[in-house]
Nanobody, 115 residues
Framework: QVQLVESGGGLVQPGGSLRLSCAAS????????MGWYRQAPGKQRELVAT???????NYADSVKGRFTISRDNAKNTVYLQMNSLKPEDTAVYYC?????????WGQGTQVTVSS
């Protein structure tokens, strides 16, 4: 059974940085597509960034140039480095693992950008 545990959220001022981490259990992490999604109050969950098993990345236009997704297969962990944070980045951030026939979500971590 694959489990995902996010960490690293919190309160940060506009212009600040945070790094989210997502640790995965199980042996399929290295062959999975990993992603970060977010959901703000009253809005639908949206894609933030994804990274394939070979390291190809994809970003939402709203975070390009500010956020970086990366993975460490030796640690079964995916990261989201968030720089130049804006109030509109405030949301619950969810880690996602996808593999054929499998789609798993973490419990989410709150990111609040406010002065």
């Amino acid at each position: 059974q694959v489990q995902l545990v996010e960490s690293g959220g919190g309160l940060v001022q506009p212009g600040g940085s945070l790094r989210l981490s997502c640790a995965a259990s199980g042996s399929i992490f290295s062959i999975s597509v990993m992603g970060w999604y977010r959901q703000a109050p009253g809005k639908q969950r949206e894609l933030v960034a994804t990274i394939t098993d070979v390291g190809s990345t994809n970003y939402a236009d709203s975070v390009k140039g500010r956020f970086t997704i990366s993975r460490d297969n030796a640690k079964n962990t995916v990261y989201l480095q968030m720089n130049s944070l804006k109030p509109e980045d405030t949301a619950v951030y969810y880690c996602n693992l996808k593999l054929i026939g499998l789609n798993r979500w973490g419990q989410g971590t709150q990111v609040t950008v406010s002065s």
